[in-house]
């Protein structure tokens, strides 16, 4: 019975920013990250939390994106900035590794 909803998404010019928001029923306790799938490709993930707190960044969006966690409303935050073209994609929250669940995404679609 796992609660996984995504929200912030929408469309952005090349370098504008956007945060995504997760409300979810995974435990603090748990690794969780931000996942991403661009049209005609595999979802992978873009940014990880660890349970002490550290995070990782694939090189395609360090720098750029920062992830963030509310462990008291358990609440999952994505911060995207100097957004390119490439970046258009859903985008889900899940654990890390993901459990078989899925939300419904956020669509991001960044365009001039």
């Known amino acids: 019975q796992v609660q996984l909803v995504e929200s912030g998404g929408g469309l952005v010019q090349p370098g504008g920013s956007l945060r995504l928001s997760c409300t979810t029923s995974i435990s603090i306790f748990y690794a969780m990250a931000w996942y991403r799938q661009a049209p005609g490709k595999e979802r992978e993930w873009v940014a990880r939390?660890?349970?002490?707190?550290?995070?990782n960044y694939k090189d395609s969006v360090k720098g750029r994106f920062t992830l963030s966690r509310d462990n008291a409303k358990n609440i999952l935050y994505l911060q995207m900035n100097s957004l390119k073209p490439e970046d258009t994609a859903l985008y889900y929250c899940n654990g890390y590794p993901p459990l078989d669940a899925w939300g419904q995404g956020a669509l991001v679609t960044v365009s001039s």
């Open positions: 939390i660890a349970r002490d707190g550290s995070t």
